[in-house]
C-alpha cells in the first residue's frame, strides 16, 4: 500500500460549480485535474416535489451542497417518490413484462445530469444527506450519445448519516459531461435526498505505469487510499467524508511517479469504431454466458417439464437429463429452454447455428418485450433487428428508451404493433403528437399505456387517444393533458381501472375528471392525483361512487375549506381500499381520520403531516385494520415520539415510519 504524504485537508465546501488545477506531467505536458458540481438536470423519472415548487425537485442537485454535513430531511434536496418495497405492493403496481431480461437489481428511477466541461471521469461523489444507499449504477454518455457504465453495485443498508459516496469507477476512455444515476430504494427506510453530485475528471487520459493495476486509476487509487475498503460502506471510495479525496491529492503530487498520460485525439480516433457498434447484437454477452441459463435449466427444470408430460423417468435417467447435449433434445424442449432466457441469451442461440437461429426467431417467444433493462443501447438498429421476430407482440416496454427517432417507432408499430395490449412509453423524451397519432391509429386494442414524462405531447396529441376504447391503466403522470381531452378519453374508455395524473399541470381540474370516473368508469381500482392540488369534497364524493377502488393517493392537494362528509362517505363505501395516501391534505378532521377505521383491508396509510391526528385515533386504526403493514406519522405534531416507540414495539408487524421537523 502507498503511503500518504502528509495530510493536506481538503475544503469540500467550493464556492464555485467548477475549479481547475493544471498539473505538469513533463516538461511539454501537462493534465487538467477539474472537479464540477452539476450544471443542468437533463431528465428524471420522478421527483418528491412539484413541477412548480423548489422543493425536494430535481433541480436541487444542481450546483455545490447546501446542506451536508448535515443530516435529515431538507426540502432543499433532491428527492424521489418511492422507498421501500411498499410500492412494489400497491394495487397500481407495474408488473414486467419479461421479467428475465431484468438484472438482480432493477433499476426503479433515475436522473440524468450535466457537468460545464467533458472529462475522463476518476470519481464521482454523490453528497447523500438522509437514507443513503440506494444509488445503484452510475454511466456516463460520450460524445456520440452511446452510454458506457462506470460503476455497479447493489443496493447497500449503511448507518443513517450523511455521506460523500464515490465508489470505484471503471476505466473510461472518452470524455464526459453527461452522467446517469440510477437507484433501487427497496432496502431503504425511508426517502432518500441528495444534495448534490461532484464529477473530478482530467483533461487527458491517464493510467497508471505499473502493469499491476491493469490500468486502472480506480485500482492505483485504491492503494493509495487507506480507508479502503471500509467495513460499514464497503463500496465507497470516500467513507471519511472529512479527509476525502486525500488519495487524489496525492495522485496529484505524485503523477510522474505513477502514471503516463494518452493525448485525446490518439485515444478518440482508436475508440471510434468500436463505438459505432451499437446494436442489441453487438452487445451480446459471450456464448457461454448465454448458455448458462440453459444449463441452470436443465439441471433444474427439465426433469419438472417432462413430468408435466406424463413422462416417467427413472432416478439414473434424471440424472443424465442434465448432461444432455442441447443440439439432441427435441424442438419442443429447446423452445420450453428458450422462453425461459433474457432478450441477450436469444441473441447468443441465433448465431449458433442455422437450426438455433430459426428456433430463436419463433415469433412465440416475442409475445412480450420488456427493453427498459437496455435503454442504453435501444436504436434504430436495436429496432430493425426485432421487429422481424415480433409478429405476434402483444406487450412492449420501450420506458427510458431514447435513442431513436419517431420514425423509427412508427416503422416498428407499423410491422408489429398492430396486436399490442400494453404499451410502456414511460420517460422516453422523443414522444410527441405524432407518436400519439400513430398509436391510437396502429395500437387499437391498447390496454395500458404508459406516458408519464413525455413533455413533448401536447393536448391536440392527447386528444387522439379518444380514438382507443379499451384502456384499462393509464399513466399520465407529470403530462400536460387538459381536463376537457382527460374527460373524452375516460368517456370512451369505460374499462378504466388505474389512473395516474399526479404531478400534472395546475390547470386540471380533478373534480372534473372524478366526476367523469364516476360516471364512465365504474371498475376503476386506482386513482394517483400527487400534487393535482385542485381536488374538493365535490371530487372526493364523486370517487367514493367507484366502489371497486383498493388504492387512492391524494399527496399534498384538497382544500383548505374542509371537505364535509367525503372522507367519511368515502371511506365507507370503498370498502375494498388497501392503500391510501393523505399526505398534508388540509383540513382533514378528527371525524375524517376515524372513518378510516372501516377499510378493513387498508394495508398502507401515510398520514405526514396532518395536524388533527390523535394517538386516540391512531390506536383505533391499529385495532380495527388488522392487515395494516406500513403507516407514516412523519410531521404529526400531536403524535409524540413516546408513542412511535411504544406502537414500534406492540405492533412489529407494521412499519411505523416517524420523522420530525428539523431531524438531523
Same mark, same amino acid.
Given at each position: 500500500?502507498?503511503?500518504?504524504?502528509?495530510?493536506?485537508?481538503?475544503?469540500l465546501r467550493e464556492n464555485d460549480s467548477q475549479h481547475v488545477e493544471r498539473?505538469?506531467? /513533463?516538461?511539454?505536458?501537462?493534465?487538467?485535474?477539474?472537479?464540477?458540481? +452539476?450544471?443542468?438536470?437533463?431528465?428524471?423519472?420522478?421527483?418528491?416535489?412539484?413541477?412548480?415548487?423548489?422543493?425536494?425537485?430535481?433541480?436541487?442537485?444542481?450546483?455545490?451542497?447546501?446542506q451536508f454535513p448535515n443530516y435529515g430531511d431538507f426540502a432543499q434536496t433532491?428527492?424521489?417518490?418511492?422507498?421501500?418495497?411498499?410500492?412494489?405492493?400497491?394495487?397500481?403496481?407495474?408488473?414486467?413484462?419479461?421479467?428475465?431480461?431484468?438484472?438482480?437489481?432493477?433499476?426503479?428511477?433515475?436522473?440524468?445530469?450535466?457537468?460545464?466541461?467533458?472529462?475522463?471521469?476518476?470519481? +464521482?461523489?454523490?453528497?447523500?444527506?438522509?437514507?443513503?444507499?440506494?444509488?445503484?449504477?452510475?454511466?456516463?454518455? /460520450?460524445?456520440?450519445?452511446?452510454?458506457?457504465?462506470?460503476?455497479?453495485?447493489?443496493?447497500?443498508? +449503511?448507518? #443513517?448519516?450523511?455521506?460523500?459516496?464515490?465508489?470505484?469507477?471503471? *476505466? @473510461?476512455?472518452?470524455?464526459?459531461?453527461?452522467?446517469?444515476?440510477?437507484?433501487?430504494?427497496?432496502?431503504?427506510?425511508?426517502?432518500?435526498?441528495?444534495?448534490?453530485?461532484?464529477?473530478?475528471?482530467?483533461?487527458?487520459?491517464?493510467?497508471?505505469?505499473?502493469?499491476?493495476?491493469?490500468?486502472?486509476?480506480?485500482?492505483?487509487?485504491?492503494?493509495?487510499?487507506?480507508?479502503?475498503?471500509?467495513?460499514?460502506?464497503?463500496?465507497?471510495?470516500?467513507?471519511?467524508?472529512?479527509?476525502?479525496?486525500?488519495?487524489?491529492?496525492?495522485?496529484?503530487?505524485?503523477?510522474?511517479?505513477?502514471?503516463?498520460?494518452?493525448?485525446?485525439?490518439?485515444?478518440?480516433?482508436?475508440?471510434?469504431?468500436?463505438?459505432?457498434?451499437?446494436?442489441?447484437?453487438?452487445?451480446?454477452? #459471450?456464448?457461454?454466458?448465454?448458455?448458462? &441459463?440453459?444449463? $441452470?435449466?436443465?439441471?433444474e427444470e427439465l426433469s419438472k417439464f417432462l413430468n408435466m408430460k406424463n413422462?416417467?423417468?427413472?432416478?439414473?435417467?434424471?440424472?443424465?437429463?442434465?448432461?444432455?447435449?442441447?443440439?439432441?433434445?427435441?424442438?419442443?424442449?429447446?423452445?420450453?429452454?428458450?422462453?425461459?432466457?433474457?432478450?441477450? &441469451?436469444?441473441?447468443?442461440?441465433?448465431?449458433?447455428?442455422?437450426?438455433?437461429?430459426?428456433?430463436?426467431?419463433?415469433?412465440?417467444?416475442?409475445?412480450?418485450?420488456?427493453?427498459?433493462?437496455?435503454?442504453?443501447?435501444?436504436?434504430?438498429?436495436?429496432?430493425?433487428?426485432?421487429?422481424?421476430?415480433?409478429?405476434?407482440?402483444?406487450?412492449?416496454?420501450?420506458?427510458?428508451?431514447?435513442?431513436?427517432?419517431?420514425?423509427?417507432?412508427?416503422?416498428?408499430?407499423?410491422?408489429?404493433?398492430?396486436?399490442?395490449?400494453?404499451?410502456?412509453?414511460?420517460?422516453?423524451?422523443?414522444?410527441?403528437?405524432?407518436?400519439?397519432?400513430?398509436?391510437?391509429?396502429? @395500437?387499437?386494442?391498447?390496454?395500458?399505456?404508459?406516458? $408519464?414524462?413525455?413533455?413533448?405531447?401536447?393536448?391536440?396529441?392527447? *386528444?387522439?387517444?379518444?380514438?382507443?376504447?379499451?384502456?384499462?391503466?393509464?399513466?399520465?403522470?407529470?403530462?400536460?393533458?387538459?381536463?376537457?381531452?382527460?374527460?373524452?378519453?375516460?368517456? $370512451?374508455?369505460?374499462?378504466?381501472?388505474?389512473?395516474?395524473?399526479?404531478?400534472?399541470?395546475?390547470?386540471?381540474?380533478? /373534480?372534473?375528471?372524478?366526476?367523469?370516473?364516476?360516471?364512465? @368508469? #365504474?371498475?376503476?381500482?386506482?386513482?394517483?392525483?400527487?400534487?393535482?392540488?385542485?381536488?374538493?369534497?365535490?371530487?372526493?364524493?364523486?370517487?367514493?361512487?367507484?366502489?371497486?377502488?383498493?388504492?387512492?393517493?391524494?399527496?399534498?392537494?384538497?382544500?383548505?375549506?374542509?371537505?364535509?362528509? *367525503?372522507?367519511?362517505?368515502?371511506?365507507?363505501?370503498?370498502?375494498?381500499?388497501?392503500?391510501?395516501?393523505?399526505?398534508? +391534505?388540509?383540513?382533514?378532521?378528527?371525524?375524517?381520520?376515524?372513518?378510516?377505521?372501516?377499510?378493513?383491508?387498508?394495508?398502507?396509510?401515510?398520514?405526514?403531516?396532518?395536524?388533527?391526528?390523535?394517538?386516540?385515533?391512531?390506536?383505533?386504526?391499529?385495532?380495527?385494520?388488522?392487515?395494516?403493514?406500513?403507516?407514516?406519522?412523519?410531521?404529526?405534531?400531536?403524535?409524540?415520539?413516546?408513542?412511535?416507540?411504544?406502537?414500534?414495539?406492540?405492533?412489529?408487524?407494521?412499519?411505523?415510519?416517524?420523522?420530525?421537523?428539523?431531524?438531523?
Amino acid at each position: 500500500m502507498i503511503s500518504l504524504p502528509q495530510p493536506v485537508y481538503l475544503s469540500l465546501r467550493e464556492n464555485d460549480s467548477q475549479h481547475v488545477e493544471r498539473i505538469p506531467i /513533463d516538461e511539454e505536458n501537462y493534465v487538467n485535474f477539474v472537479q464540477q458540481f +452539476v450544471k443542468n438536470v437533463r431528465s428524471f423519472s420522478s421527483q418528491y416535489g412539484g413541477n412548480s415548487s423548489i422543493s425536494y425537485a430535481a433541480t436541487n442537485i444542481i450546483g455545490p451542497f447546501s446542506q451536508f454535513p448535515n443530516y435529515g430531511d431538507f426540502a432543499q434536496t433532491f428527492a424521489m417518490r418511492t422507498y421501500g418495497p411498499w410500492w412494489d405492493k400497491a394495487p397500481s403496481r407495474s408488473i414486467d413484462y419479461m421479467p428475465q431480461n431484468n438484472t438482480d437489481v432493477v433499476s426503479q428511477d433515475y436522473i440524468d445530469i450535466e457537468y460545464h466541461e467533458a472529462v475522463y471521469p476518476v470519481r +464521482v461523489s454523490i453528497y447523500e444527506v438522509y437514507n443513503p444507499g440506494s444509488v445503484i449504477r452510475i454511466w456516463a454518455q /460520450d460524445s456520440s450519445d452511446q452510454w458506457f457504465l462506470l460503476w455497479n453495485g447493489p443496493p447497500q443498508i +449503511v448507518p #443513517p448519516t450523511s455521506r460523500i459516496f464515490s465508489p470505484p469507477l471503471r *476505466s @473510461c476512455d472518452f470524455k464526459t459531461k453527461i452522467l446517469r444515476l440510477e437507484f433501487n430504494h427497496n432496502l431503504l427506510d425511508y426517502y432518500t435526498e441528495i444534495d448534490a453530485v461532484m464529477l473530478i475528471g482530467t483533461s487527458e487520459l491517464i493510467f497508471p505505469k505499473d502493469s499491476s493495476y491493469n490500468q486502472s486509476l480506480t485500482n492505483l487509487l485504491k492503494s493509495i487510499n487507506c480507508k479502503y475498503p471500509c467495513r460499514d460502506d464497503i463500496h465507497n471510495l470516500t467513507p471519511d467524508y472529512q479527509n476525502a479525496h486525500m488519495d487524489i491529492i496525492h495522485l496529484k503530487q505524485t503523477l510522474t511517479e505513477h502514471c503516463i498520460m494518452y493525448k485525446s485525439d490518439v485515444v478518440e480516433n482508436v475508440s471510434k469504431l468500436a463505438l459505432q457498434l451499437g446494436t442489441l447484437h453487438y452487445y451480446i454477452p #459471450p456464448l457461454t454466458k448465454g448458455s448458462n &441459463s440453459m444449463q $441452470r435449466f436443465l439441471s433444474e427444470e427439465l426433469s419438472k417439464f417432462l413430468n408435466m408430460k406424463n413422462v416417467k423417468h427413472s432416478s439414473d435417467e434424471s440424472k443424465k437429463l442434465s448432461r444432455y447435449n442441447l443440439s439432441t433434445l427435441p424442438d419442443e424442449i429447446i423452445m420450453r429452454i428458450l422462453r425461459n432466457l433474457d432478450l441477450k &441469451s436469444l441473441c447468443c442461440v441465433s448465431r449458433v447455428n442455422k437450426h438455433f437461429n430459426n428456433l430463436a426467431q419463433d415469433h412465440l417467444l416475442y409475445t412480450s418485450l420488456n427493453l427498459k433493462p437496455y435503454w442504453y443501447i435501444i436504436n434504430t438498429k436495436a429496432l430493425n433487428y426485432l421487429a422481424p421476430r415480433c409478429k405476434y407482440l402483444r406487450r412492449l416496454d420501450l420506458s427510458w428508451c431514447n435513442n431513436f427517432f419517431v420514425f423509427d417507432l412508427d416503422k416498428f408499430l407499423d410491422t408489429c404493433g398492430n396486436l399490442l395490449t400494453h404499451l410502456r412509453l414511460n420517460c422516453c423524451s422523443q414522444i410527441d403528437n405524432k407518436a400519439i397519432y400513430q398509436i391510437s391509429k396502429i @395500437c387499437k386494442n391498447l390496454k395500458e399505456l404508459g406516458l $408519464r414524462n413525455c413533455d413533448l405531447i401536447r393536448d391536440s396529441g392527447f *386528444s387522439y387517444l379518444e380514438n382507443l376504447e379499451f384502456l384499462e391503466h393509464l399513466d399520465l403522470y407529470r403530462t400536460h393533458i387538459t381536463t376537457q381531452t382527460l374527460c373524452k378519453i375516460l368517456r $370512451r374508455n369505460v374499462r378504466m381501472r388505474h389512473l395516474q395524473i399526479g404531478g400534472t399541470d395546475r390547470s386540471l381540474n380533478v /373534480d372534473e375528471v372524478a366526476m367523469e370516473l364516476r360516471d364512465f @368508469c #365504474p371498475d376503476l381500482e386506482s386513482i394517483d392525483l400527487w400534487k393535482t392540488h385542485t381536488l374538493t369534497s365535490q371530487g372526493i364524493e364523486a370517487l367514493a361512487d367507484c366502489r371497486n377502488l383498493r388504492e387512492v393517493d391524494f399527496g399534498w392537494c384538497g382544500s383548505t375549506t374542509g371537505h364535509g362528509d *367525503s372522507f367519511l362517505k368515502l371511506f365507507s363505501s370503498c370498502q375494498h381500499l388497501e392503500k391510501v395516501f393523505l399526505i398534508s +391534505v388540509r383540513g382533514l378532521t378528527e371525524r375524517d381520520l376515524r372513518a378510516l377505521t372501516s377499510c378493513k383491508n387498508l394495508k398502507q396509510l401515510d398520514l405526514l403531516g396532518t395536524l388533527s391526528l390523535t394517538p386516540e385515533i391512531c390506536h383505533a386504526i391499529f385495532v380495527n385494520c388488522p392487515k395494516l403493514e406500513m403507516i407514516d406519522l412523519s410531521f404529526c405534531d400531536n403524535i409524540s415520539d413516546c408513542s412511535i416507540q411504544w406502537w414500534q414495539q406492540k405492533y412489529t408487524h407494521i412499519a411505523i415510519k416517524s420523522v420530525k421537523y428539523g431531524e438531523r
